[in-house]
């Protein structure tokens, strides 16, 4: 069963994809970023491929009313980068109106050279059509040595207002880590999900001690948690955290964590992004129920 046969009994509704408005919501769960105390809802968006479709108009108005659900839900953080394709451009035509008084504006720098880095964020800053960005991160540590200390520059500038790096696919651990004690930066981006734990060993508590705030790329480890280990529904736990699906327990699982800032499900579906923001309401599993969540899945 994939992850939309497992909507269930919520797929007669998913059609309509209807996210109630956020002043009609419980409140939401946020976390602060340790370097100000700003508060982010929990949950983000993340592009890479969902939203690479620029010159498919159909493709490009579901974006937009995936975007205005997704603030309408009460999520601000949409991260992307200019290795996604066009999704910097489809950004940038499809934000809804009003979007800037919430957005949280995070991409990347993916370039060799601190010259050619520049102009790659003043391109990205051309697309998203924002005066400045967020956050700017360093795109899997390409040539971070150059472009972080320009980063940090333009953050003293007042041109954005966070830096950081950033890794995926558990790649690079050893240079994330040496990065996060070395280096002042604001954020870091790593790989954490049910199925892939590593960083709650190194990573995560040095996050924790450094006072950086931890954005989680591939929760749903690029959709492989999905298949045969969730063709069965929930097991008992999931009412104790008001989940309905293992898509909304496996993001729970994630922000959770105490040093986890912000997870960033990427998708191209309006009823899937519902299900990704109704894990910002209701409980969450403590450390124990962590542990049984982890182990359910990987004995199933």
């Given at each position: 069963?994939?992850?939309?046969?497992?909507?269930?009994?919520?797929?007669a509704s998913?059609?309509?994809?209807?996210?109630?408005p956020?002043e009609?919501?419980?409140?939401?769960?946020?976390?602060?970023?340790?370097?100000?105390?700003?508060?982010?809802?929990?949950?983000?968006?993340g592009?890479?491929?969902?939203?690479d479709v620029?010159?498919d108009?159909?493709?490009g108005?579901?974006?937009?009313?995936?975007?205005?659900?997704?603030?309408t839900?009460?999520?601000?953080?949409?991260?992307?980068?200019?290795m996604?394709?066009?999704?910097?451009?489809?950004?940038?035509?499809?934000?809804?109106p009003?979007?800037?008084?919430?957005?949280?504006?995070?991409?990347k720098?993916?370039?060799?050279g601190?010259?050619?880095?520049?102009?790659q964020?003043?391109?990205?800053r051309?697309?998203?059509?924002?005066?400045?960005?967020?956050l700017?991160?360093?795109?899997?540590?390409?040539?971070?040595?150059?472009h972080?200390?320009?980063l940090?520059?333009m953050?003293?500038?007042g041109?954005?207002?966070?830096?950081?790096?950033?890794?995926?696919?558990?790649?690079?651990?050893?240079?994330?880590?040496?990065?996060?004690r070395?280096?002042k930066?604001d954020?870091?981006?790593?790989?954490?999900?049910?199925?892939?734990?590593?960083?709650e060993?190194d990573l995560?508590?040095?996050?924790?001690e450094r006072?950086?705030?931890?954005?989680v790329?591939?929760?749903?480890?690029g959709g492989d948690?999905?298949g045969p280990?969730?063709?069965?529904?929930?097991?008992?736990?999931?009412?104790?955290?008001?989940?309905?699906?293992?898509a909304?327990?496996?993001?729970?699982?994630?922000?959770?964590?105490?040093?986890?800032?912000?997870?960033i499900?990427?998708?191209?579906?309006?009823a899937?992004?519902?299900?990704?923001?109704?894990a910002l309401?209701?409980?969450?599993?403590?450390?124990?129920?962590?542990?049984r969540?982890a182990?359910?899945y990987?004995k199933?």
């Amino acid at each position: 069963m994939d992850r939309r046969k497992a909507l269930g009994f919520l797929a007669a509704s998913a059609a309509a994809a209807v996210v109630r408005p956020a002043e009609a919501q419980a409140p939401i769960l946020e976390r602060p970023i340790p370097a100000s105390g700003e508060r982010l809802p929990a949950i983000g968006m993340g592009t890479w491929i969902t939203f690479d479709v620029a010159g498919d108009a159909a493709a490009g108005a579901t974006r937009a009313a995936i975007l205005s659900d997704f603030f309408t839900a009460g999520g601000r953080l949409v991260d992307s980068s200019p290795m996604y394709g066009s999704s910097e451009e489809v950004l940038g035509e499809r934000m809804p109106p009003g979007a800037a008084g919430r957005l949280f504006a995070a991409t990347k720098v993916w370039t060799v050279g601190a010259l050619p880095g520049r102009k790659q964020v003043e391109a990205s800053r051309a697309l998203w059509k924002v005066k400045r960005f967020d956050l700017l991160q360093v795109h899997n540590f390409l040539d971070w040595e150059a472009h972080l200390p320009v980063l940090q520059a333009m953050k003293r500038e007042g041109r954005v207002r966070y830096v950081g790096v950033t890794t995926s696919h558990g790649r690079r651990h050893d240079l994330a880590a040496e990065i996060m004690r070395t280096r002042k930066i604001d954020f870091v981006q790593f790989t954490y999900n049910v199925a892939r734990r590593e960083v709650e060993r190194d990573l995560l508590p040095i996050a924790a001690e450094r006072g950086i705030a931890v954005i989680v790329n591939r929760p749903f480890d690029g959709g492989d948690l999905f298949g045969p280990k969730t063709a069965r529904a929930l097991p008992g736990w999931g009412r104790e955290i008001g989940c309905a699906t293992w898509a909304e327990a496996f993001l729970k699982f994630i922000v959770s964590h105490p040093a986890v800032t912000c997870a960033i499900p990427a998708t191209s579906r309006r009823a899937h992004l519902a299900e990704n923001m109704r894990a910002l309401a209701g409980p969450l599993p403590d450390a124990a129920l962590r542990r049984r969540i982890a182990e359910d899945y990987e004995k199933a």
